[in-house]
């Protein structure tokens, strides 16, 4: 359930202006096994934002004077945005590359692979589904993957928040099942 959103000036993966969306909901936190220090715990049940409506048409229409675009990312938070309903998260999304074209999709996740992160969604399918079948992973350019530890540094140099994430670069192919490429970051 989408909770916020905000400018976002670090989580970019590229180093760009992003607009971060952050739902809340967590299914491993509600069933009592958060990440380690969650740094989100405000976030592990579903909840509407404070605001009437958390998609303000001001972030979705932001441009430098002239029309050139701003925004060239949509980074996705939680709370966990793979225990969300997939389609909520691909409908802002598409409200959002309505008004700005051609946005990379980053995604932060707690789940330490892209199985575990999609379980739950292959177990409600009616049929078989793959992990890469995931309607989220199949927009994703970008995955931030890992609990957040606080007892794990990062390496010098590096803007996760704990060591034990890493960041992905989402490389799809016509010819080859989507596969991760993991990046400095």
């Given at each position: ?168 670069r989402v490389i799809k192919s016509e010819t080859t ?9």
């Open positions: 359930m989408l909770n916020t959103m905000f400018i976002d000036f670090q989580d970019d993966p590229c180093g760009r202006i992003a607009i971060g969306l952050v739902y809340s909901g967590c299914k491993r936190a509600m069933n009592g096994h958060p990440c380690v220090n969650c740094q989100n715990p405000h976030l592990w049940y579903p909840s509407l934002s404070q605001d009437k409506d958390p998609r303000k048409e001001e972030l979705y229409n932001i441009t430098y004077e002239g029309g050139g675009k701003m925004i060239d990312s949509i980074v996705i938070f939680g709370g966990e945005p793979f225990d969300q309903h997939p389609e909520e998260i691909l409908r802002d999304i598409k409200h959002i590359e309505t008004h700005l074209r051609g946005t990379d999709v980053v995604v932060y996740t707690g789940y330490k692979t892209i199985e575990e992160a999609t379980l739950a969604w292959r177990l409600e399918q009616q049929e078989e589904a793959a992990p890469w079948d995931h309607p989220l992973l199949a927009r994703a350019d970008w995955i931030k993957m890992g609990e957040y530890d606080e007892n794990i540094p990062p390496l010098p140099g590096s803007r996760l928040a704990s060591g034990n994430q890493k960041m992905f099942v989507p596969h991760l490429q993991e990046v400095s970051f």
